[in-house]
Antibody, heavy 112, light 112 residues
Framework: EVQLVESGGGLARPGEFLRLSCAASGITFSISWMGWVRQAPGKGLEWVATTNPDGNQKAYVDSVKGRFTISRDNTKNSVYLQMKSLTTEDTAVYYC?????WGRGALVTVSS | DVGMTQSPLSLPVTLGQPASISCRSSQSLVHSDGNTYLNWFQQRPGQSPRRLIYMVSNRDSGVPDRFTGSGSGTDFTLRISRVEAEDVGVYYCMQYTQWPHTFGQGTKLEIK
């Protein structure tokens, strides 16, 4: 059974930093593209970042470029999203995604 | 960015009746490799999204055959042959031919 389990969400103040982690099991992680998708409260879906299996190709939506960094550790079957200079617009549930598989999401709330 | 426009945004359907959701992209979704990268997702209330269809018309494992995806170029359709109560939720199309991957606004399917 495929499982993607996010952790690291929580409350942050504007300008602060948070790091999300996603632990994967049931997939061949080292050959899998991984991504993060977010959903603001009551809103639709937005693809935030993606990385190729080797981790040497990364892409970001414009609204997070320069602030968010996606990375992965294939020895730990994990992908990460480092988020800095957070704003209230970043408040959302962040999903870890690989192909057909989605995690349950991690809630990030940015509020003063 | 490739704009994705879904219609209708709200879809009340009688149980057992068919339903259809349209998704139009602002640019052709045919990739230089000849493939068309268009997915459909279902998000039931309180749940993570679930991929139903990938690459226009390929049904994911476990997806009932009452769900059918079709289309080409810039016009795509998700059809449900006979709506069941478990189909209630929001449906999204998503393109991943170009970065950033972009989603439609979502279509909320409800039972009349």
């Amino acid at each position: 059974e495929v499982q993607l389990v996010e952790s690291g969400g929580g409350l942050a103040r504007p300008g602060e930093f948070l790091r999300l982690s996603c632990a994967a099991s049931g997939i061949t992680f080292s050959i899998s593209w991984m991504g993060w998708v977010r959903q603001a409260p009551g809103k639709g879906l937005e693809w935030v970042a993606t990385t190729n299996p080797d981790g040497n190709q990364k892409a970001y939506v414009d609204s997070v470029k320069g602030r968010f960094t996606i990375s992965r550790d294939n020895t730990k079957n994990s992908v990460y999203l480092q988020m800095k200079s957070l704003t209230t617009e970043d408040t959302a549930v962040y999903y870890c995604v690989s192909g057909a598989h989605w995690g349950r999401g991690a809630l990030v709330t940015v509020s003063s | 960015d490739v704009g994705m426009t879904q219609s209708p945004l709200s879809l009340p359907v009688t149980l057992g009746q068919p339903a259809s959701i349209s998704c139009r992209s602002s640019q052709s979704l045919v990739h230089s490799d000849g493939n068309t990268y268009l997915n459909w997702f279902q998000q039931r209330p309180g749940q993570s999204p679930r991929r139903l269809i990938y690459m226009v018309s390929n049904r994911d494992s476990g997806v009932p055959d009452r769900f059918t995806g079709s289309g080409s170029g810039t016009d795509f359709t998700l059809r449900i042959s006979r709506v069941e109560a478990e189909d209630v939720g929001v449906y999204y199309c998503m393109q991943y031919t170009q970065w950033p991957h972009t989603f439609g606004q979502g279509t909320k399917l409800e039972i009349k």
